[in-house]
T-cell receptor, first 111, second 114 residues
Framework: GENVEQHPSTLSVQEGDSAVIKCTYS??????FPWYKQELGKGPQLIID?????GEKKDQRIAVTLNKTAKHFSLHITETQPEDSAVYFC??????????FGAGTRLTVKP | EADIYQTPRYLVIGTGKKITLECSQT?????MYWYQQDPGMELHLIHY???????EKGDLSSESTVSRIRTEHFPLTLESARPSHTSQYLC?????????????FGPGTRLLVL
């Protein structure tokens, strides 16, 4: 089955700096890769996603890149703000439709 | 914004009690899921359903059971709660059974078993 690994597990940056979270997947049949943000006391919320026919996608300060050959994808947050502090999860979806989540990255943005 | 609801939001209960966590979605999604998560930690899939009368166990062994009698409703039941069941339970849903798309999560139920 699919195995999604996420790094780092914790990340601390200064406000205004960029943050990068990386994920790798094992199943070459995976073709949909969402990123979720989970704030304290809430369920995970989708922030951006990418399909395997696209190499990069941007939405304001966040972007996701996908390298199908290397089987890895990354979340990039530029100009970080304190409200970006949260736990971020990546996920991959193999051919049997079961979404597999990474273990999460706790991002702290210091003002 | 996704319309998926979970009740109760918080539950404190004694050992041995039977509990049911409710989950409802108004999006007509075929697929629904239950995850167990210690706050801010990894998501563990415990049950899922691809439609009415379809239920499957997830990766993490769980003593809970689920049912899917109606498309919009996916309750989770613990027949006899134990302190080891203390955790956060997240419900999610996603679209057609044949298509891969994002899962929409509810706000979660925080369960404390004394």
């Amino acid at each position: 089955g699919e195995n999604v690994e996420q790094h780092p597990s914790t990340l601390s940056v200064q406000e205004g700096d960029s943050a990068v979270i990386k994920c790798t997947y094992s199943d070459s049949a995976s073709n949909y890769f969402p990123w979720y943000k989970q704030e304290l006391g809430k369920g995970p919320q989708l922030i951006i996603d990418i399909r395997s026919n696209v190499g990069e996608k941007k939405d304001q300060r966040i972007a996701v890149t996908l390298n199908k050959t290397a089987k890895h994808f990354s979340l990039h947050i530029t100009e970080t703000q304190p409200e970006d502090s949260a736990v971020y999860f990546c996920a991959g979806t193999p051919g049997n439709n079961d979404m597999r989540f990474g273990a999460g990255t706790r991002l702290t943005v210091k003002p | 914004e996704a319309d998926i609801y979970q009740t109760p939001r918080y539950l404190v209960i004694g050992t041995g009690k039977k509990i049911t966590l409710e989950c409802s979605q108004t999006m007509g999604h075929d697929k629904m899921y239950w995850y167990q998560q210690d706050p801010g930690m990894e998501l563990h899939l415990i049950h899922y359903s691809y439609g009415v009368n379809s239920t499957e166990k997830g990766d993490l062994s769980s003593e809970s059971t689920v049912s899917r009698i109606r498309t919009e409703h996916f309750p989770l039941t613990l027949e006899s709660a134990r302190p080891s069941h203390t955790s956060q339970y997240l419900c999610a849903s996603s679209g057609p059974a044949w298509y891969q798309e994002t899962q929409y999560f509810g706000p979660g139920t925080r369960l404390l078993v004394l």
